[in-house]
């Protein structure tokens, strides 16, 4: 499933995404993750910095879901997927250490990247947007700015 133009685009506003996995016990992990991008037509990169479990989970099962949101505006994307950590020694680590790298101006090193790939992609819209319909993104931004003293 390819990513739009639209998610790109959240994925360029989110500052931070969620990334979930499970252990081979079913114990669910979910993992604030800062620097994250697209990459190509159809994957989500995520630099892993400091996440022992993110990639002991994801090479024991593959199936993971990344969230993300722009803050004020509170729509976003949820996405399903396949995960392989790329490893310094694999053929595409590069091209994706180069992106990942211009998001952290090398101040994170990190030596392995979880690469996703998308299958399922659904909409996060906070609920004001449904129970509320006439609510305004610039009405919702202007909520989230007060309400979290921005």
């Known amino acids: 499933m390819e990513l739009t133009t639209e998610i790109k685009e959240y994925i360029n506003r989110s500052v931070l995404c969620w990334l979930a996995t499970v252990s081979t016990e079913n114990t669910p992990n979910v993992s604030p993750k800062e620097i ?5 037509t159809d994957k989500i990169i995520v630099a892993n910095i400091a996440s022992p479990q993110t990639v002991r989970n994801i090479k024991q099962n593959e199936n ?3 969230s993300f949101i722009d803050i004020l505006v509170q729509k976003g994307f949820q996405i399903k997927g396949k995960a392989k950590i790329i490893k310094k020694t694999d053929s595409e680590f590069l091209e994706m250490e180069r992106i990942l790298t211009e998001m952290t101006d090398g101040k994170f090193p990190f030596a392995t990247i979880s690469k996703i790939t998308v299958e399922q992609v659904k909409p996060i819209i906070a609920p004001k947007y449904i129970l509320y ?3 305004t993104e610039k009405e919702q931004i202007e909520s989230a700015k007060k309400t979290y003293g921005f």
């Not at 994250?36 to 190509?40: I, T």
């Open 36 to 40: 994250f991008n697209y990459y190509g």
């Open 64 to 66: 993971v879901c990344v």
């Open 133 to 135: 319909p006439e609510t």
